[in-house]
């Protein structure tokens, strides 16, 4: 078990990454593209401020789960004695588990709010709703990493 939910993390580790590379290429592609077109043609591209601001959820959202994974993510300070091993070993369970249901209701808000957003959306930007779906992905993500994360401290704390 504790090597499939490694191998599962890795797996989703280098997804992860490979999706905020490309969204972080495509934003300095965009933004070379939008100064050239400024400054040279007075002209930008339609709806390339929107897809920005879309791509850089493209490599935070990824960003946050990496974070998880490497368990790097926030550390609350009331929450520091779980720094000490002694005391890990009982909280990484609990807060990975509280962490996954926070992350399970966001991605269901998430979920909803992309949605509606779908509903509403004009057909001419349609293809710019599709990037919001990073939104309920990436908290779904999230879920998951924190599942294998108090998978991982269970199977550590029997060992």
Known sequence: MLRVCRWLEQSLTRIELGAALLAYAAILLLSVADIVGRNLFNATLPGGDLALRQ???????PGAALAV???????LDPANLAARPRWKKWTAIPFNLAAALVCALLTQAAWAYWQD?????SPDTV?????GLILPAAFGLLVLHFLLRAALANEEAAA
Not at 127 to 131: N, Q
């Open 55 to 61: 791509l850089v959820l493209w490599v935070a959202l």
């Open 127 to 131: 293809w710019l709703a599709w990037l």
């Open 69 to 75: 994974a490497a368990q790097r993510h926030l550390h």
């Open 117 to 121: 957003e779908m509903q509403y959306q």
